[in-house]
């Protein structure tokens, strides 16, 4: 087991059939800066992946910066997004440089590799990034959000690729969702397992909107990623500085 998560063959298996919420975003995060007319196309990308993300905006002409948690993954994403970069950092500490945007695509800030998530540590994150971006700079994050579960719901889920198999047991309740994964990826003729346990903490999505707003952003609310659409309970926060001056707040989507 690895006490970060995504440990190597975890990564690989991830990189190689579950990236569709990158290419998803991919394809409408561009759109979605030009909308809210972000000052430049320097990108930072809190829980980078294996980079398939920045690898697509690094072709539209932006410049990416990426750090992830896990070793592995940035390993791909150096070979992946090459002329990005890319470090090992935890989202909750590392310093973040003056950008245009922030982004943290796939559920990222719900992982719990680095502790107990708790609101006090979301809205230092959220005040750090603020910090941190131009005026009209913007923070495109997805999170899953609290259900109205009256007890915890277990399923089981196969899923066979190009030389592995990953098998999952999801236990599913109101305020967390707990992955325990087992995987078999193949070597020659033998095939090495590992397994991992993915703690996921569920925000309350008002006091997600309420922190953001008290650290000084705009909030709009959207279901997905342009025509994709996530499963109820997983939202996108768009989060925007104000520019110099602005007073006005913009419009919200009420969950």
Not at 60 to 74: E, H, L
Not at 106 to 122: A, C, H, I, M, P
Not at 175 to 185: K, S, Y
Not at 236 to 253: I, N, T
Request: a positive charge.
């Amino acid at each position: 087991m690895t006490a970060t998560g995504y440990g190597k063959d975890l990564a690989y298996i991830h990189d190689d059939g579950f990236s569709g919420p990158a290419y998803q975003a991919a394809e409408a995060l561009p759109r979605l800066f030009s909308k809210f007319r972000i000052p430049d196309k320097d990108i930072f990308e809190l829980g980078c992946g294996g980079g398939q993300l920045a690898r697509s905006l690094m072709q539209n002409g932006y410049t990416v910066t990426g750090i992830d948690a896990s070793s592995a993954m940035i390993t791909l994403a150096r070979r992946h997004a090459r002329g990005g970069r890319f470090r090992v950092a935890s989202l909750w500490d590392v310093a973040i440089p003056t950008v245009a945007g922030v982004i943290a695509v796939g559920e990222v800030l719900n992982y719990q590799f680095d502790g107990r998530v708790t609101s006090g540590k979301t809205r230092r994150l959220f005040k750090r990034i603020h910090r941190a971006l131009r005026p009209s700079g913007i923070f495109i994050f997805d999170v899953l959000c609290e259900t109205r579960l009256r007890k915890p719901v277990t399923t089981f889920s196969f899923r066979e690729g190009r030389g592995w198999l990953v098998a999952v047991e999801k236990t599913d309740s109101s305020l967390q969702v707990i992955r325990r994964i087992h995987t078999f990826r193949r070597f020659g003729h033998a095939y090495a397992r590992s397994h991992e346990v993915h703690r996921v903490h569920r925000y309350n999505p008002r006091e997600i909107r309420s922190a953001l707003r008290a650290a000084g952003f705009d909030v709009t609310l959207l279901q997905g990623y342009g025509r994709f659409r996530f499963e109820p309970y997983h939202l996108v926060f768009v989060a925007q500085k104000k520019r110099s001056g602005q007073l006005h707040r913009g419009p919200v989507h009420q969950y």
